[in-house]
Nanobody
Framework: QVQLVESGGGLVQAGGSLRLSCAASGRTFSSYVMGWFRQAPGKEREFAAA????????IYADSVKGRFTISRDNAKNTVYLQMNSLKPEDTAVYYC???????????????????WGQGTQVTVSS
């Protein structure tokens, strides 16, 4: 089992930046895929970005491509989401998630991920 704790959310103006962090514990961090998802009020949780165990492969949702960057530091057991050029429609609770069954094959559906953090709120004002 993997335990995940997110941090770094907050209130930012449109066009601004935030960096989210997610600290993991419980299993060898360098052995599984990590992802970021988000859920806006009244909407379903949606995929944002994911990264393979070795950090070499990444996938982004079209809505964040070119603005968000996912990265990981396996020595620190931490995955990051750098969010630039933020828009009001990026407002959501952001969750990090672990797919402990896969090392290099990245999935974009919520059911592929078996461990979740508690979420961190990101609010972008216009």
């Amino acid at each position: 089992q993997v335990q995940l704790v997110e941090s770094g959310g907050g209130l930012v103006q449109a066009g601004g930046s935030l960096r989210l962090s997610c600290a993991a514990s419980g299993r060898t961090f360098s052995s599984y895929v990590m992802g970021w998802f988000r859920q806006a009020p009244g909407k379903e949780r949606e995929f944002a970005a994911a990264i393979s165990a070795n950090g070499y492969n990444t996938i982004y949702a079209d809505s964040v491509k070119g603005r968000f960057t996912i990265s990981r530091d396996n020595a620190k057991n931490t995955v990051y989401l750098q969010m630039n050029s933020l828009k009001p429609e990026d407002t959501a609770v952001y969750y990090c998630a672990a797919d402990s069954m896969r090392r290099y094959s990245i999935r974009v559906i919520t059911t592929a991920y078996d461990s979740w953090g508690q979420g961190t709120q990101v609010t972008v004002s216009s």
